[in-house]
């Protein structure tokens, strides 16, 4: 292995900042101490000049939610022929936007929720849904803007309709899926192990109960009849590929075993950019499939290319 010259983008300008600049710390670290030469950039506007100048082998994007997550960082390393990692432009985008992904994943047999796209201003006093349902920005990561109406609730929550929401105006209404929280990570064309998530003193799997040591317990590997199991790996590799995604991608799943425990496994969306801080859920499924946080970044680092 050569001792290539990485850049390792980070921060961006996403309410996703703060995790970007942990999961980009950790990755440059590590990709140090594997013998790599590293250059740390936090992402601003002058970020095409400063990769133009610095002239790095491969990038690593450990940038996460809008312009590092949805083609545009991708599309500027393409414009300069730098070699990347994670997905491409379109398999980007495509991922970034809820909607559009489940439609596709949707379309290849994947099992999804019934949902509506709807500007939230329009939501009103009236369910769009009949509750539970779940309003969740359509192009948002980290689970920034996520309501969960719950079936006694007369109203939609007023959240959704406030002045100084900051999350778009476009949001998806989804049939809330109860049961357990599930993720698989797909490494290539090779879908990892299952994890089971257990938010600790947290409603659902939230911004807190991701990214503050103890939010969250991560059962790996899932406890799950072989049959479940292997079902959930079939679906992450299949959305994977159906997406176009490159690189390591994490789906999420909710499964209902409440009534059987062949229940209800239904996806929920992909993520091209997994997180990377020290609590993220990628480098511990790696890690049970043998493959030290250090392997996994030096993979990544040499499964980079453009065209992706």
């Given at each position: 292995m050569g001792k290539k010259h990485v850049a390792v983008l980070m921060g961006g300008f996403s309410s996703e900042r703060p995790v970007s600049l942990s999961s980009g710390k950790a990755c440059a670290d590590h990709l140090e101490a594997e013998g790599y030469t590293v250059t740390r950039v936090d992402v601003g506007n002058d970020v095409s000049q400063v990769l133009a100048e610095l002239k790095p082998d491969v990038a690593f994007n450990a940038l996460h939610g809008p312009y590092g997550e949805d083609g545009t960082i991708q599309g500027v390393l393409e414009y300069l022929q730098i070699p990347y990692t994670h997905s491409g432009v379109l398999?980007?985008?495509l991922a970034m936007n809820k909607d559009l992904a489940k439609r596709v994943a949707s379309a290849q047999g994947i099992p999804v929720a019934e949902s509506r796209v709807m500007n939230r201003l329009s939501i009103g006093s009236k369910h769009p849904l009949k509750p539970p349902y779940v309003v969740k920005p359509v192009?948002?990561?980290?689970?920034?803007?996520?309501?969960?109406?719950?079936?006694?609730?007369?109203?939609?929550?007023?959240?959704?309709?406030?002045?100084?929401?900051?999350?778009?105006?476009?949001?998806?209404?989804?049939?809330?899926?109860?049961?357990?929280?599930?993720t698989c990570a797909v490494m290539g064309d090779v879908a990892l192990g299952v994890c089971e998530i257990l938010p600790v003193g947290h409603a659902f799997y939230d911004y807190d109960s991701k990214y503050v040591a103890g939010?969250?317990?991560?059962?790996?590997?899932?406890?799950?009849?072989?049959?479940?199991?292997?079902?959930?790996?079939?679906?992450?590799?299949?959305?994977?590929q159906a997406i176009g995604c490159r690189g390591v991608t994490r789906s999420d799943f909710r499964y209902d075993d409440r009534f059987s425990e062949n229940g209800e496994v239904v996806w929920l969306e992909i993520n091209t950019q997994p997180g990377m801080t020290p609590t993220s859920l990628v480098p511990e499924i790696a890690a049970q499939a043998g493959h030290s946080f250090g392997d996994l970044l030096s993979w990544m680092v040499e499964d980079a290319s453009c065209s992706r």
């Open positions: 398999s980007s985008a192009s948002e990561g980290s689970s920034f803007g996520v309501v969960i109406v719950k079936e006694d609730q007369p109203f939609p929550p007023q959240r959704i309709g406030a002045s100084d929401w900051p999350y778009g105006d476009t949001v998806m209404v989804e049939r809330y899926v109860y049961g357990r929280e599930l939010g969250s317990k991560h059962e790996v590997p899932a406890k799950l009849s072989s049959n479940i199991y292997q079902t959930v790996q079939k679906l992450a590799l299949k959305a994977h």
